[in-house]
């Protein structure tokens, strides 16, 4: 599978160690506070600072990195943007398989990041896609939680056709101790957009034995 959304997780904020067994009881916070509020009343003016003073806030203030702007040609991946619902026809003698995805922005548009679930198989996995700005295509690097991997590449959209062809190393059956059989595969994927709620990828695997396989992901979105 060459596609999988990504994406994010809420985290847990956890107290920062500095914090944790605080000897204030309530009545000691009070007052903390009762100072800290005379100290520094409502409305005064801060004290005047040196020439000094305020180089060294500005030396030791956090660089705010600069935002460079998404690529444009990343916009030929939007047909992805969203959850789909994919059915896959598989080659000959293989049994169907329905695979749901989810895809998003990431890294300030930079990247789409599609997480996948493809059933049978309880296969999760991540495709990363992307614009080379050097090499002038898209980039899509695939990763599983069988251990399977890939890299593929697609040059534009030409005649309603995005093609990505590249390389995966495929797990034949998964294995705890990191240990297992393989096989190589080389992948065309065929995309077209049937219209925004709907696109199609049709697939083809070359295996080094010379066979070929062809199946076809119909997605729509959920």
């Not at 506070?33 to 009343?41: E, Q, S, T, Y």
């Not at 895809?103 to 059933?119: C, E, V």
């Not at 797990?171 to 709907?198: F, M, R």
Request: with cysteine.
């Amino acid at each position: 599978m060459s596609t999988q959304k990504p994406e994010g997780r809420e985290r847990r904020r956890l107290v920062p160690e500095r914090w944790r067994g605080a000897s204030l009881g309530i009545a000691g916070a009070s007052a903390l506070g009762l100072a800290l509020f005379a100290v520094a009343p409502v409305g005064a003016e801060p004290a005047p600072r040196s020439a000094a003073d305020s180089a060294q806030q500005q030396h030791t203030r956090p660089h705010k990195p600069r935002t460079l702007p998404a690529p444009p040609q990343i916009r030929g991946l939007d047909f992805l943007l969203g959850t789909f619902t994919c059915d896959y026809a598989p080659p000959p003698g293989s049994k169907p398989a329905t695979m749901t995805m989810t895809t998003k922005r990431a890294m300030g548009g930079h990247y789409l990041y599609t997480d996948a679930t493809m059933q049978p198989g309880d296969v999760v996995g991540r495709a990363t896609f992307g614009w080379d700005p050097v090499a002038k295509k898209f980039i899509n690097q695939y990763h599983d939680n069988w251990g399977s991997n890939g890299n593929y590449a697609a040059a534009p959209w030409k005649d309603g056709h995005l093609i990505f062809t590249g390389s995966l190393s495929q797990v034949v059956k998964p294995d705890p101790s990191g240990e297992t059989t393989g096989v190589p595969i080389s992948l065309h994927d065929d995309y077209q957009v049937v219209h925004k709620n709907h696109f199609t990828n049709h697939q083809t695997m070359t295996f080094s034995d010379g066979t070929v396989l062809k199946g076809t992901y119909d997605c729509r979105r959920a």
